[in-house]
């Protein structure tokens, strides 16, 4: 899934290479992937785009002075920004996995496409981003708060911080795979009770949180859409990279599997070099 360094990114590239052209046409192949039906698609031709940001994990595409695009591309989603198209021809429902298309003066534009079949990509068009249901319930943006704010946060839920790190109404952006690397920065097992941190376990995990999500922004702007993925993949220290050895000690990254997603984390670095037990068969280890 995308997150903020990623949304981020895309957002940079769009105000690059968007922003300052007029939309030709807004295209819809997947009815179900726009969840706003006012104003309509027809009435963002003509309108330029004339900014590009994010909102958490949200990507936002203001066009004119008052409809914003927003999406969040869900776990299989992805941007595509094409310098021309094959076909002049509108796209047809159901092509394949482009959900929708949006054409530019100058014959680019970009498409919105999701994998698999586990529909989740979700566009709105708006008059403003807090009409988006899952906008107006973020918490404020990991790189944006302070180390108060965040230490308030954090302890205002009471759970394993890996869940609520990732939970977007505590702070907005920071999703599976970047809470792994926070968490083995900060040396913290996923599984530790934020009613059990101490000051300076949050101090730490603030300035770890700081440090990997800066440190992502800043290898993905630049980069093209096409090249974020494997940007990301090539950052990592221990998400996606189970059986292989920690960056930082040489043991072996291991795996905790849940039923729709996975964790993974280094036991010297983060546990004691206790393994942690599979949450679904037995008691966990903190």
């Known amino acids: ?28 192949s997947s009815f179900s992937a726009l969840k706003t039906y006012d104003p309509a698609p027809s009435a963002v031709a003509g309108l330029p785009v004339t900014d590009a940001g ?33 076909s002049p021809n509108p796209l047809k429902p159901g092509s394949g996995p482009i ?9 680019s534009g970009f498409d919105l496409t999701e994998a698999g079949t586990q529909k989740s990509l979700a566009a709105y068009l708006v008059r403003d981003p807090a009409e988006v249901p899952g906008v107006a319930r973020l918490g404020p943006d990991a790189l944006a708060v302070s180390r108060d704010e965040f230490a308030e946060r954090i302890r205002s839920r009471k759970g394993q911080i890996k869940g609520v790190l990732t939970d977007q109404e505590v702070l907005a952006g920071i999703g599976n795979a ?3 690397e926070i968490l083995h920065v900060a040396k913290l097992s996923p599984f530790a009770l934020t009613s059990k941190l101490t000051d300076d376990q949050i101090t730490t ?20 859409a096409a090249e974020l993925k494997g940007e990301k ?3 990592m220290r221990v998400h996606a990279r189970t059986g292989l050895p920690c960056p930082v000690c040489g043991d072996t990254v291991r795996e905790v ?7 993974q984390y280094c036991a010297t670095c983060q546990t004691g070099g206790k393994p942690l037990a599979d949450r679904r068969l037995s008691k966990l280890i903190r």
């Open 1 to 28: 899934m995308p997150e903020l360094p990623e949304v981020e990114a895309l957002a940079a590239y769009l105000r690059e290479r968007a922003v300052g052209h007029t939309v030709e046409r807004f295209e819809v």
């Open 178 to 180: 970047y809470s792994d």
């Open 99 to 107: 959900a929708l298309r949006v054409r530019l003066d100058d014959g």
């Open 233 to 235: 993949r090539a950052g």
């Open 257 to 263: 599997s849940f039923a729709d997603k996975s964790l």
């Open 205 to 224: 995990l603030y300035e770890a949180m700081r440090e990997v999500e800066t440190d992502a922004v800043t290898r993905s702007v630049g980069q093209k």
């Open 54 to 86: 994010r909102h958490g994990k949200f990507l936002d595409v203001s066009l004119g002075d008052e409809l914003h695009f927003v999406v969040h591309l869900a776990r299989a989603g992805w941007l595509h920004y094409r310098d021309s198209f094959k």
